[in-house]
């Protein structure tokens, strides 16, 4: 057997590999979860209502598409910030 398969095969390896890929699965579902029980209920209100909220809601939930995620981010952080 080669010994770069050899690395790959090691028990060491997996071992190690199981906890992050365990917290990943598991933040993989649960954001799924959420994402649908939230965003599909949204989508079907937005698309029957039109309304003053419905645009404000609109708005919100395109607004992580179209502003970037730095400026997001920073605009959170002034916002939610303690001398906000």
Same mark, same amino acid.
């Given at each position: 057997?080669? !010994? $770069? &398969?050899?690395? @790959? &095969?090691? *028990?060491?390896? $997996? !071992?190690?590999? %199981?906890? *992050?890929? $365990?917290? %990943?699965?598991?933040?993989?579902?649960?954001? #799924?979860?959420?994402?649908? #029980?939230?965003?599909?209920? /949204?989508? @079907?209100?937005?698309?029957?209502?039109?309304?003053? #909220?419905?645009?404000?809601?609109? @708005?919100?939930? %395109?607004? *992580? &598409?179209?502003?970037?995620? /730095?400026?997001?981010?920073? &605009? #959170?952080?002034?916002?939610?910030?303690?001398?906000?």
């Amino acid at each position: 057997m080669p !010994e $770069w &398969l050899s690395i @790959f &095969l090691s *028990p060491d390896l $997996w !071992e190690s590999l %199981t906890g *992050p890929l $365990w917290l %990943t699965g598991n933040a993989l579902f649960w954001s #799924l979860a959420l994402h649908a #029980l939230l965003s599909i209920p /949204i989508a @079907f209100w937005l698309a029957r209502r039109q309304n003053v #909220l419905t645009k404000l809601v609109g @708005f919100v939930t %395109t607004l *992580p &598409l179209i502003f970037p995620p /730095i400026a997001l981010g920073y &605009l #959170l952080m002034v916002l939610l910030g303690q001398n906000g």
